[in-house]
C-alpha cells in the first residue's frame, strides 16, 4: 500500500474525537500522532507522508481516545513543570491547574537565603509529579512525598527512580496517611513549604468520563461535601512548617471560604490568601506560619 499524508489522518482522527464529545479533538488528535510517531507536536507539519501502519496505530489509539480512555493512559505520560511521569491506571492524572500550585511554591522557594537547602514535603502526592517538579527545579532541595494509597505509590516510586536516573535529585517517598498524628513526626516545625493536592471532589459531582471510569475514586472524591482530606492536611502542614514556611492546598473551586477559614483558624498562620485558576475560578489557598518575635 502506498504512504498517505499525515495531516488527512490528523483530520480524520480530529473529527472523530469531536463527535465523541471531546472538547480538545485538535490538540487530542495531533498529540497521539506525534506519540505513534516518536516526535514533538511541533515538528508534526515536518512529515507529509507516513506508512500504513502508522494510520493503522493512529486510528487504534484514536478508537480508544473517542471512548474517553484519558489521552495520558494512551501515551502513558503527564507533564508537569519541566517533567514528564509515567501514568495509568490506578493513579490520579495530573492536571494542568496543578502547575500554577508548583509555580507558586517555586516562587516562595526563591525568598529562601543562600545556602539554605530547602525542606518541602509534598502530601497527598499520587504520581509523584509535583513533588518530582519541584526537585528537577530545585536540585538544592530536599523533597519528601506521602501517599496512602500503595498502588499509586508504586507509580510514583517508579517515577521517582526513572528521574533518578537521568541525574535529578532523588526524593523520599513515605507510605502514610494525612490523617495521621505520627506523619513524619520527625520533620515537626523543620519544612520551609508543604504543597497538597489532595482529594477534594464532592461525592455526586458530574464529572468527565475520563475521570469518572479511569481516575482513582479515592484519589478524587473526598465524602459529600468534598471537605473529609483537606482538614487533615491542613492540621499536619501546619504541625510540619517552620517558622515562616509557607503551606499551599488545592481545593474545588466552591471550597474557597472553607479551606481559606481553616487556614485562618490556625492561630500559628497567617497571611491566609486565596487564588485563582487561569479561568478565574478559587483554585488553591496558601498561609504562612507566624515567626515568633525575638
Known amino acids: 500500500m502506498s504512504r498517505q499524508p499525515l495531516r488527512l489522518a490528523v483530520l480524520e482522527a480530529e473529527r472523530i474525537l469531536a463527535a465523541a464529545g471531546i472538547a480538545s479533538s485538535r490538540a487530542d488528535a495531533e498529540l497521539l500522532a506525534a506519540h505513534v510517531l516518536g516526535m514533538e507536536r511541533g515538528r508534526l507539519p515536518m512529515v507529509p507522508l507516513v506508512d500504513p501502519a502508522v494510520v493503522e496505530s493512529l486510528r487504534k489509539l484514536v ?14 505520560t503527564a507533564a508537569m513543570g519541566d517533567v514528564e511521569v509515567a501514568v495509568g491506571p490506578g493513579v490520579f492524572v495530573p492536571r494542568p491547574e496543578t502547575e500554577l500550585l508548583l509555580g507558586w511554591g517555586l516562587s516562595l522557594l526563591h525568598d529562601i537565603e543562600d545556602g539554605t537547602a530547602p525542606l518541602v514535603i509534598d502530601l ?8 518530582l517538579a519541584l526537585a528537577h527545579a530545585r536540585p538544592d532541595a530536599e523533597v519528601h512525598a506521602v501517599e ?12 521517582a527512580d526513572a528521574r533518578a536516573a537521568i541525574g535529578d535529585t ?4 513515605h507510605a502514610g496517611d494525612v ?3 505520627a506523619l513524619l513526626a ?13 482529594p477534594y471532589v464532592p461525592l455526586g459531582t458530574d464529572v468527565a468520563p475520563e475521570v469518572a471510569r479511569h481516575d482513582p475514586h479515592g484519589a478524587v472524591f473526598a465524602g459529600a461535601d468534598g471537605l473529609a482530606v483537606i482538614p487533615d492536611v491542613v492540621r499536619t502542614g501546619t504541625r510540619l512548617l517552620r517558622e515562616g514556611g509557607a503551606i499551599a492546598i488545592e481545593h474545588d473551586d466552591g471550597h474557597a471560604a472553607a479551606v481559606h477559614g481553616m487556614l485562618a483558624a490556625r492561630r500559628v498562620l497567617t497571611d491566609v490568601d486565596d487564588h485563582a485558576d487561569l479561568a478565574g475560578r478559587p483554585r488553591f489557598a496558601t498561609a504562612r ?6
Open 148 to 159: 496512602s494509597d500503595p498502588v499509586a505509590l508504586s507509580w510514583a516510586r517508579r517515577n
Open 289 to 294: 506560619r507566624r515567626v515568633s518575635p525575638r
Open 63 to 76: 478508537t480508544e481516545r473517542a471512548r474517553r480512555v484519558p489521552l495520558q493512559h494512551l501515551t502513558g
Open 186 to 198: 520527625p520533620f515537626d516545625g523543620m519544612a520551609h513549604l508543604v504543597l497538597s493536592n489532595p
Open 124 to 131: 497527598c502526592t499520587g504520581s509523584g509529579v509535583l513533588a
Open 179 to 181: 490523617a495521621d498524628p
Open 170 to 173: 532523588a526524593i523520599w517517598l
